[in-house]
């Protein structure tokens, strides 16, 4: 069954005051993650010049306005309420912001295939893709080229969990010479495909990353992971976090910049 158009669903809620102010942004890039459980989430669509766009709407006890983002890796729009606002406030604010939307989805990059011929950074390295069906092995590297044995069909697996194998072991490399910083633990590191958050810090000590910081350069993936280091010391973003952030690392606001203005494109690789 279609999902509903937005402007046809937002008929049928039952009327609530207006939304008094909200303001649109973009994904964080990196914070602390609570032990809360994920938001349900109710589906519908919008609207965006005659192209049917999915928005989804979580309702967040975290949540103090209400926001929302594009999901760069599977154009959609994320729609985030705090638990004092009602859907219908909600709606008409998505619907106010159409033109945000649009601007958005237009400047996404242009999404990269993992298949032969593909161009695929490696700790921003780039690197050319090349099937190789007669080879032995899995996946590695050679002169500037990714190689890939086996059948083609099995080529965009093979490659993603290399990727994920690599970023893992980048990443639990640079944990173990940040984690000399900090007195507290780490009690695990976790590397997913996540959508919002390059990488967090539970409470109890476990680390998160997203493995598309394996296709960043070398400096942001250290000063991701230096960041949730830094937060096993200090779980906010007081001057003190930031004091120590600046110690583990040379550059902070380079990385920064960086994942500012590239990040969305490493959203669009596979």
């Known amino acids: 069954m279609p999902l509903p158009l937005l402007r046809d669903l937002f008929k049928r809620l039952d009327p609530q005051n207006p939304v008094a102010s909200a303001g649109a942004r973009p994904y964080p890039a990196a914070r602390p993650q609570s032990g809360s459980k994920a938001p ?12 049917p ?3 989804e709407v979580r309702v967040s006890p975290r ?11 599977r154009e959609v729009v994320v729609l985030t309420l705090p638990r004092a606002a009602s859907q219908r406030e909600g709606l008409r604010f998505a619907l106010g912001q159409t033109a945000w939307i649009a601007a958005r989805l ?15 950074p490696i700790l921003g390295m ?40 690599r970023a893992r072991q980048e990443i639990a490399a640079r944990v173990a010479v940040h984690a000399a910083h900090v007195t507290k633990p780490v009690k695990g590191i976790t590397v997913r495909d996540t959508a919002s ?32 280091v830094a937060h096993l010391a200090h779980f906010d973003h007081s001057p003190h976090f930031w004091g120590l952030v600046g110690e583990m690392i040379d550059d902070v606001e380079g990385p920064r910049r960086w994942l500012r ?9 596979g």
């Open 106 to 120: 237009a400047a996404l990059p242009p999404r990269t295939s993992l298949a032969p011929g593909a161009v695929v």
């Open 40 to 51: 349900a989430v109710t589906p519908t669509m919008l609207d965006i010049n005659g192209r």
């Open 63 to 73: 949540a103090r306005r209400m926001l929302l983002r594009v999901d760069h890796k």
């Open 197 to 228: 958050r390059w990488g967090s810090c539970s409470p109890t000590g476990g680390l998160s990353f997203s493995w598309r910081l394996v296709l960043a350069p070398a400096a942001v993936l250290d000063y991701v992971v230096a960041h949730e």
């Open 53 to 55: 766009v999915a928005l």
């Open 126 to 165: 780039e690197h050319l893709v090349r099937h190789r069906p007669d080879a032995r092995g899995t996946v590695w590297l050679e002169e500037g080229e990714i190689h890939v044995a086996g059948g083609i069909e099995f080529l965009p697996r093979r490659l993603s969990d290399y990727l994920r194998r």
């Open 261 to 269: 203005d590239h990040g969305a494109a490493l959203h669009r690789f």
